[in-house]
């Protein structure tokens, strides 16, 4: 839960994130331990979540307005990807063989 707060809000989704951080205080304070409380939390959720992110297209803009803004975080991060030899063999081979 603690990466999906910190991803929405890296994502500018604040409100969002506040859900899941909600969430995680009433799972930590014991909601799961009693039905009601569990399934009330889930309800109230749910109802939090989908006014936060009504639509997935708020999800698709904001990973956009984020790339826009900083493409390198989207960037390969992989040892292999940043490789001088993996990027000669993927151009010697052509896109295909990877």
Known sequence: MNAAESGYRWLGLDTAAQVVAVVRSEIGGGALDDDERA???ELRGDEDYAQAIPRDQVLVD???SKFSNDPQAFASTSAAARSP???ALRTSRGPSAA
Do not use: V
């Open 39 to 41: 399934d009330s939390l």
């Open 62 to 64: 904001a990973f956009q």
């Open 85 to 87: 030899t993996t990027s």
